[in-house]
């Protein structure tokens, strides 16, 4: 059974930085690309970050590039979201996705095949 878990989430002050941890368990990461998702109260899902299944090479909506970073840790079967200098827009659940086919780089919802069940991202003071 293909399994996506997210931790890391939790609450942290304006400024602040948090990492987000996707862990897979039923098959290995590197054979997919990982899409990093978020969605806020009353608000529709948005894509933040991806990486990309051939050279690990990433891609960031506009909202989160110079702040959010993406990388692969094969060993552990974890894709990991590094979210520096945190905003208070920042808060939402965010969701990791995983996906075999299509485009180098997508941040379209309906692209990934397994989704993971999301963690909570509060930014406040």
């Known amino acids: 059974q293909l399994k996506l878990v997210e931790s890391g989430g939790g609450s942290v002050q304006p400024g602040g930085s948090l990492r987000l941890s996707c862990t897979a368990s039923?098959?290995?990461?590197?054979?997919?690309?990982i899409g990093w998702f978020r969605q806020a109260p009353g608000k529709e899902r948005e894509g933040v970050s991806c990486?990309?299944?051939?050279?690990?090479?990433?891609y960031h909506a506009e909202s989160v590039r110079g702040r959010f970073t993406v990388s692969r840790d094969s060993y552990k079967n974890t894709v990991y979201l590094q979210m520096n200098t945190l905003k208070a827009e920042d808060t939402a659940i965010y969701y990791c996705?995983?996906?075999?086919?299509?485009?180098?780089?997508?941040?379209?919802?309906?692209?990934?095949?397994?989704w993971g069940q999301g963690t909570q991202v509060t930014v406040s003071s």
């Open positions: 996705a995983a996906r075999m086919t299509g485009p180098r780089f997508t941040l379209h919802s309906y692209e990934y095949d397994y």
């Open positions: 039923g098959f290995s990461l590197d054979a997919y690309a």
């Open positions: 990486i990309s299944r051939s050279d690990d090479s990433s």
